[in-house]
């Protein structure tokens, strides 16, 4: 019985952490020509979208983005230049089940950035 409510105690002192936040990003790893990104903000399903290049010639102030998802084309925008990048977001929508992969594409390049979602809890 004592142990019992030792247990329970030391229980209570451990704090639970609450689910995981899903929000991500992955970036492509060439050096050389476009550095493409993909921001997913939401949980589980439900997210937001953001295409983002990163290092854009000056000269280009805005360019099409492509969303796919889990490999067939879904949308596409223009992406607007904001400082030194290039970006458009999709609005919090449900991309379907966890385990979808969205990538984006800009308009000009063969680089394409993907995430894939997750159950966050």
Known sequence: MLAAALMLAAASLVP???P???DSS???HHWSGPQICIRLEGRNQWNSVTGIWTNPPKRIKKRTVTLYLSGRRFNSATA??????LS???????LGPTGTKACV???GSKRMACQTTSYSG
């Open 16 to 18: 639970s952490a609450g």
């Open 20 to 22: 995981a936040a899903a």
């Open 26 to 28: 992955a970036c492509t």
């Open 80 to 85: 607007r230049r904001v400082g030194k990048t």
């Open 88 to 94: 458009y977001t999709w609005s919090h929508f449900n």
């Open 105 to 107: 594409k800009f308009a």
